[in-house]
């Protein structure tokens, strides 16, 4: 395990709360990715939690002085489980083993019983646009990417040690998939596919009401996911201007429109570790693909697919994983079913009772 040393004979006798330097000092996280700095970027995500009225605690384990893991504990205003409000969550975990795990997990109920919370889930690690959610379970072999969970092999069986005992009441279930162009393009040429909405990239300098329709769209849409934020029009303008620093940012966000009314919306995130470390992109996440209940359909679908694969070749054939596909969601991975495309990785978030 990063950072702790495998000690079978030391038991974990202590859990702390701690400051947030202390926790990230300890932490797998401050050194994850290398060459990137990440330690503002996730004090910043809880700081805006607190100011919007949530709360974050940061928990280590130790035994004598030594340390043992740690893990966050904290309520986001903005995230959102199942339609709840009222979900906690536990994320950027760093453990030696599933009995640490079950400390720390054991240690953040009495922080949170006061607060108006029905489950704890996790992990999630905020913030979740760089680190992802859930515990990662295969694709171990591939790079880290923006967005998506990056775990050790051995995290998972921590959970599933745990799962086995009963001591979570529920799981749910993500995955990454990549889609074999080619193979996509000719199996959607067989369709009776429906073109008939109109697929734009936004003007930086005139976004206009733009976010406020993206946000009520999303809101209206994403419940489909068994986790995701809540959007908002004033954050997505701002994350807009992210993309606007970019060299071709502007075709990483894709809005679906029928005459003048937005009904779609495609929001393609690139690698910024990369461009943290001042390097130009060559992978991206497809976080967001989602056309409005009246639309919704595999025929309307699969033009979206078409889009994406123009834009990913106007890029230069990058890289780009499709993230946090519930295993629910049967629209995407019909296309794995039909042999365009493959699943690369899988993760698992956990929900117990409070």
């Not at 760089?130 to 880290?144: A, H, I, T």
């Not at 369709?191 to 936004?202: A, E, G, K, W, Y």
């Not at 106007?314 to 295993?327: D, H, P, R, V, W």
Request: with cysteine; net charge negative.
């Amino acid at each position: 395990m990063i950072g702790i040393e495998k000690n079978d004979s030391i038991t974990p006798e202590t859990v702390d709360v701690v400051t947030f330097d202390r926790f990230w000092s300890s932490s797998r996280y401050a050194t994850i990715v290398d060459g990137f700095d990440l330690k503002s970027r996730v004090q910043n995500a809880f700081d805006e939690m607190e100011s919007y009225g949530g709360f974050a605690f940061f928990l280590e384990c130790s035994s004598d002085g030594i340390f043992l893991g740690s893990m966050a504990v904290f309520k986001d205003p903005w995230f959102r489980s199942k339609g709840r409000k009222n979900v906690a969550c536990f994320g950027l975990v760093t453990v030696r083993d599933a009995q640490v795990l079950c400390k720390l997990l054991e240690s953040t109920i009495p922080l949170i019983q006061d607060k108006n919370v029905a489950a704890l889930r996790g992990p999630v690690n905020p913030p979740r646009l760089l680190l992802g959610y859930g515990v990662q379970e295969s694709g171990f072999d591939l790079p880290m990417l923006a967005g998506t969970s990056f775990d050790p092999p051995g995290y998972a069986g921590f959970y599933s040690e745990l799962e086995g005992k009963g001591y979570f009441v529920s799981k749910d279930v993500y995955y990454n998939m990549t889609m074999d162009n080619d193979k996509a393009e000719e199996y959607i040429s067989t369709l009776d596919v429906d073109r008939s909405l109109t697929i734009i990239n936004p003007s930086f300098d005139q976004l206009g009401d733009l976010p406020a329709k993206v946000a009520d769209l999303m809101n209206r849409n994403l419940g489909y996911r068994p986790d995701y934020q809540e959007a908002d029009a004033s954050r997505l303008a701002e994350y807009a201007q992210e993309f606007a620093t970019i060299p071709g940012g502007a075709s990483l966000l894709s809005f679906v429109v029928d005459d003048d009314m937005l009904v779609g919306v495609l929001i393609m995130m690139p690698d910024w570790f990369e461009l943290g470390r001042e390097k130009a992109f060559s992978s991206i996440v497809l976080d967001i693909a989602i056309l409005d209940a009246p639309y919704q359909g595999s025929r309307r679908f699969l033009s979206l697919a078409e889009h994406c694969i123009r834009t990913f070749r106007a890029l230069g054939n990058i890289y780009c994983e499709f993230a946090s596909i519930s295993e629910n969601v049967r629209a995407m991975l019909s296309l794995v079913k039909h042999d365009c495309g493959c699943i690369t990785r899988s993760f698992s978030v956990y929900e117990m009772r409070v």
